[in-house]
Structure formats: C-alpha cells, structure tokens
T-cell receptor, first 115, second 112 residues
C-alpha cells in the first residue's frame, strides 16, 4: 500500500513569510509524528498526534510553530514568520497505534530553505 | 534528558568486510532501540527494532544488539556491499507515546 507522503518536497521562502507543510500518513494509522532534521543537529522530535489530539507538543521550538490534524488523517505543520534557523528537512512519520512495540514509517520529508 | 551518540560520524570500508556500528544512550529507561537507514534525499527506513526486554534482533545480514545496563547498542553488518552505503541512525524510545530520540547518524561508504 501507499506509504507516508509529504508535500511539498521542497520549499523556498523569504524570511518572515508563513509556510505550511503537509503530511499524509499511512491509511489507518492513528499515531503521527513530526520531526526536524537540521544540518549538524540530527533529527529532533517536534510533536505527536494520537488521532486529532496532540498530547505531546514538547518539541515545538517556539510559538511560531503549530500543527493540526483533521479527520484522524492529514496533518499540517505551520511555521509563522519564518527565520533562517528554521531551514531544515521536516519529516513526518506514522504508526498504527503509537505503541512502543511498533516502528514508525517515515515520509520523504519537506526540505525548507528560508532566505 | 536522553542523549544518543553515534561515533564515528563517517566510516569507509572495502566491500565484503564485516562491520559494527556503535550507538550509546545516556538514559537506560528505554522502551525500545531502533536502527534506521537514510539514503540521500530520502526519508528513513526502519531496519531493526529491539524491545527493552530483548538482547538482539536479526534481519538478513543485519544483527542489532542491545545492552541497556551499559547504554549501548550495536548494528552488525555482515559481508558489506556497495548498496549498504547510506547513513545509519539509531534512536531510543523513551516515552510511552513512542517519541524517538535520535543519534546524528553514521555515514557508511562501502567501496567496490
């Protein structure tokens, strides 16, 4: 079946603009995760969804970052007033139930460049 | 706070060599330890997941071990091939929500 998809694959924006990144998880997966991969920083957890709820937002770096999930499926990560330090690859992952027995399936990522 | 370390950052070996990739973590209270592969410009592919109660997992030429008490995991790759060239990341699961803490990865190059 289809894997996790993300769009756009690449995004170039100017400092101060808002951007929206989209994630389509594997159908039927209730758990959804956003991570950020910055040069030299490695992969960092941003936010976790179970269904439409986000019980763990602890990784969001500032209040410029927000995310929502609708219909227990598609998720959107929004970055307001982008800064150059927001440049990174944003990865989305999903798993069926979000249990510790499961692996996470990752999408190809959105590469964001803030000029 | 959990910290995951992978050393060295890069490794180059000739084809056919058996090799070991190391991963260490600071908090032994993990639920599982996972190894992923990342190819350039691509997402992550899960290789092996070791539950906290397990000592090792095997898949084909890959074998991952876990020693929680010492905070270490290793990924053993047998008879390496050029197609194994990629970045290998380990990740520790320390939250009931399965949140992962990643190392920075080891970039492996297998020379023909």
């Amino acid at each position: 079946g289809a894997g996790v998809s993300q769009s756009p694959s690449n995004k170039v924006t100017e400092k101060g603009k808002d951007v929206e990144l989209r994630c389509d998880p594997i159908s039927g997966h209730t758990a959804l995760y956003w991570y950020r991969q910055s040069l030299g920083q490695g992969l960092e957890f941003l936010i976790y969804f179970q269904g439409n709820s986000a019980p763990d937002k602890s990784g969001l770096p500032s209040d410029r970052f927000s995310a929502e999930r609708t219909g227990g499926s598609v998720s959107t990560l929004t970055i307001q007033r982008t800064q150059q330090e927001d440049s990174a690859v944003y990865l989305c992952a999903s798993s069926q139930y979000g249990t510790v027995q499961e692996t996470q399936y990752f999408g190809p990522g959105t590469r964001l460049l803030v000029l | 706070k959990q910290e995951v370390t992978q050393i060295p950052a890069a490794l180059s070996v000739p084809e056919g060599e058996n090799l070991v990739l190391n991963c260490s973590f600071t908090d032994s209270a993990i639920y599982n330890l996972q190894w992923f592969r990342q190819d350039p410009g691509k997402g992550l592919t899960s290789l092996l997941l070791i539950q906290s109660s397990q000592r090792e997992q095997t898949s084909g030429r890959l074998n991952a071990s876990l020693d929680k008490s010492s905070g270490r995991s290793t990924l053993y790759i047998a008879a390496s091939q050029p197609g194994d060239s990629a970045t290998y990341l380990c990740a520790a699961c320390t939250g009931a929500n399965s949140k992962l803490t990643f190392g920075k990865g080891i970039t492996l190059s297998v020379r023909p």
